[in-house]
């Protein structure tokens, strides 16, 4: 039996030839019961198509099996909030699974890799569910991984490299969403909360701003992923942290015409491959 799927957005440009996969780049996103992912145009670096679903990768490969094909590149984002940050100077690869477990207990069947992030001297030490491990090794056997913290902060700090003062970034996800504090272009803080309603996120929002003497009236808070303006989470926001900005989209890549009504901010780690 086929399983549903259920699609918050799919736009595929019509100059996308699913018989030659190699002209293109693939990045997909995985989370518990959600799957997004992005195609871009190796030749014309542009991005032409768009998914994110509420399904397992599988469901959404079975329907679209030209997913599991083999592209010009194909990066997956492990996108949980499983992950602890070491830096490059202590960092021992024998010694990966023993950095997890300070943060986190094993659960069956889960694996521990990790990145090195560069330019900022640490690496991300994160986990794949079993129920994932099974749907990459028989769809993307050999598909490169990373963790949404890396992709994060290696995309902000291509932003503030050059810059100064203090900026938080909040990147907002389903049920989910990853806080990240730079000053210049120093990390200082990253962490991903789970959530239920607009109340909970203001909360670790405030909680983040106290603990590291952040003044919301003079902090800028930066807002990506799937948020509107005006909004409820905005609103509560607002509330609290005076100056709120959208990250716009990047503009290192082309976009085909479809993406003119979505958002710039939206599905943003989807849209920052960081090659």
């Known amino acids: 039996m086929t399983e549903e799927i259920h699609a918050i957005l799919n736009k595929i440009d019509e100059s996308f030839d699913e018989k030659d996969l190699q002209k293109y780049d693939l990045v997909f996103e995985m989370e518990d019961k959600i799957f997004g992912y992005s195609i871009r145009d190796v030749e014309k670096n542009k991005f032409i198509a768009l998914g994110y679903f509420r399904n397992h990768l599988a469901e959404v490969v079975s329907a679209f099996p030209w997913l599991g094909g083999k592209f010009h590149s194909s990066t997956g984002i492990i996108g949980n909030s499983r992950f602890t940050l070491i830096p490059e100077a202590l960092y021992q690869e024998n010694e990966t699974e023993h950095y997890f477990g300070f943060l986190h207990e094993r659960e069956a069947g889960e694996a521990v890799f990790s990145d090195r992030i560069e330019h900022l001297g640490m690496y991300t030490v994160y986990s794949v569910p079993a129920h994932c491990r099974r749907e990459l090794e028989k769809v993307f056997p050999n598909v490169a991984l990373c963790h949404i913290s890396g992709v994060l902060i290696r995309m902000i700090w ?17 049920g989910q969403f990853d806080l990240l504090v730079f000053d210049g272009n120093q990390l200082k803080y990253c962490n991903a909360f789970h959530f239920n309603t607009p109340e909970d996120i203001a909360y ?55 993406f003119n009504d979505i958002p710039g901010h939206y599905y943003y780690t989807l849209l920052n491959p960081s090659s």
């Open 158 to 174: 291509m932003m503030v490299k050059n810059k100064t003062g203090r900026k938080v970034f909040l990147n907002l996800r389903e």
């Open 204 to 258: 670790y929002v405030i909680f983040v701003f106290e603990q590291l003497n952040l003044n919301p009236e003079e902090i800028n808070l930066a807002l990506l992923g799937n948020v509107e303006k005006f909004s409820p989470v905005f609103d509560l926001l607002f509330r609290y942290v005076r100056n709120i900005e959208f990250l716009g989209r990047n503009e290192r890549f082309n976009y085909s015409y479809m």
